[in-house]
């Protein structure tokens, strides 16, 4: 079983939209998130969100065009991603840590497969 499944990449046009969302199973996680990766770049980090009380951090480059929610009851993360540029093609991997472990925005224990995102300009 997958613990963190990701679902909603795809192909879009500059200044369009996509919703990506993580489904979890199997356990219960902690601070939750999402990771990106490039062709010929290092991942990188998008953003994370707490379990309980909703703090949130972001990247400064998808500040103000992304927005990621979680819902606990179902296990879920996503991430609202709204005009996309080019720049923002990659593989979108979420990401997810223990429950004890506190909000970070760099070391995740657990991670999806990844699901690609390309955006033509």
């Known amino acids: 079983q997958v613990p963190l499944l990701e679902s909603g990449g795809g192909l879009v046009q500059a200044g369009g939209s996509l919703r990506l969302s993580c489904a979890a199973s199997g356990r219960t996680f902690g601070a939750m998130g999402w990771f990106r990766q490039a062709p010929g770049k290092e991942r990188e980090f998008v953003a994370a969100?707490?379990?309980?009380?909703?703090?949130?951090y972001y990247a400064d480059s998808v500040k103000g065009r992304f927005t990621i929610s979680r819902e606990n009851a179902k296990s879920t993360v996503t991430l609202q991603m709204n005009s996309l540029k080019p720049e923002d093609t990659a593989v979108y991997y979420c990401v997810a840590n223990e429950p004890w472990k506190p909000l970070r925005t760099d070391v995740f224990n657990y991670w999806g497969q990844g699901t690609q995102v390309t955006v033509s300009s």
């Open positions: 969100i707490s379990r309980s009380d909703g703090i949130t």
